[in-house]
Nanobody, 113 residues
Framework: VQLQASGGGSVQAGGSLRLSCVGS????????VGWYRQAPGRQRELVAG???????NYADSVKGRFTISRDNAKSTVYLQMNNLKPGDTARYYC????????WGQGTQVTVSS
């Protein structure tokens, strides 16, 4: 059982992408959901999180550029990524933050300079 991430792609630096994370209502529940990323040779890191009440937190590296939001009715969490940088290149995953599920395949984001 997983949350499904989509919306990745290849963009030039300064571009934007919006990622979507979809799960069934039963697994979405009222948990906090996070977007994570993993670049080759690096550990997976939390990029942004949002709880059921809409409170958000961000890694310092993406503050002011990324925005996380959720639509509970659609069991979907979004990550709007603006002003992308080559350092944002990674595979992006979503998961429940405090009762994680399987990681799934994620979605690739590639930013060229």
């Amino acid at each position: 059982v997983q949350l499904q991430a989509s919306g990745g792609g290849s963009v030039q630096a300064g571009g934007s992408l919006r990622l979507s994370c979809v799960g069934s209502r039963s697994i979405f529940r009222a948990d906090a959901v996070g977007w994570y990323r993993q670049a080759p040779g690096r550990q997976r890191e939390l990029v942004a999180g949002i709880n059921s009440g809409g409170q958000t937190n961000y890694a310092d590296s993406v503050k002011g550029r990324f925005t996380i939001s959720r639509d509970n009715a659609k069991s979907t969490v979004y990550l709007q990524m603006n002003n992308l940088k080559p350092g944002d290149t990674a595979r992006y995953y979503c998961n429940r933050m405090y009762s994680p599920l399987g990681w799934g395949q994620g979605t690739q984001v590639t930013v060229s300079s």
